[in-house]
Nanobody, 125 residues
Framework: QVQLVESGGGTVQAGGSLRLSCAAA????????IGWFRQAPGKERVFVAG????????LYSDSLGGRFAISRDNANNTVYLQMNSLKFEDTAVYYC??????????????????WGQGTQVTVSL
């Protein structure tokens, strides 16, 4: 099992940037793909981005328009989500989670098992 803790959320004006971190505890972190999801009030949790275990493959939601970038540092057991040109509709709680592998289809909540507690991102107009 891998325990995940998200951080880096906050309030930012539209057009600004934030970098979220997903820190993991557990020696097997580098064996897992990591995904970022977000959940806005009253809406379902949806896929944002994912990265393979070795960092060689990344996957993004088509809705992002290239504004976000996912990366990982296995030496420090951390995955990052750089979010640029933030929009009001990016407001949500952001979660990271583990998956055994990352494929083009690994975008569903049920594909992921261990989850963090989430970090709030609020984008003001």
């Amino acid at each position: 099992q891998v325990q995940l803790v998200e951080s880096g959320g906050g309030t930012v004006q539209a057009g600004g940037s934030l970098r979220l971190s997903c820190a993991a505890a557990g020696r097997t972190f580098s064996n897992y793909a990591i995904g970022w999801f977000r959940q806005a009030p009253g809406k379902e949790r949806v896929f944002v981005a994912g990265i393979s275990a070795n960092g060689g493959r990344a996957l993004y939601s088509d809705s992002l328009g290239g504004r976000f970038a996912i990366s990982r540092d296995n030496a420090n057991n951390t995955v990052y989500l750089q979010m640029n040109s933030l929009k009001f509709e990016d407001t949500a709680v952001y979660y990271c989670a583990t998956a055994p592998v990352l494929t083009l289809g690994t975008i569903k909540v049920r594909d992921y098992d261990s989850w963090g507690q989430g970090t709030q991102v609020t984008v003001s107009l």
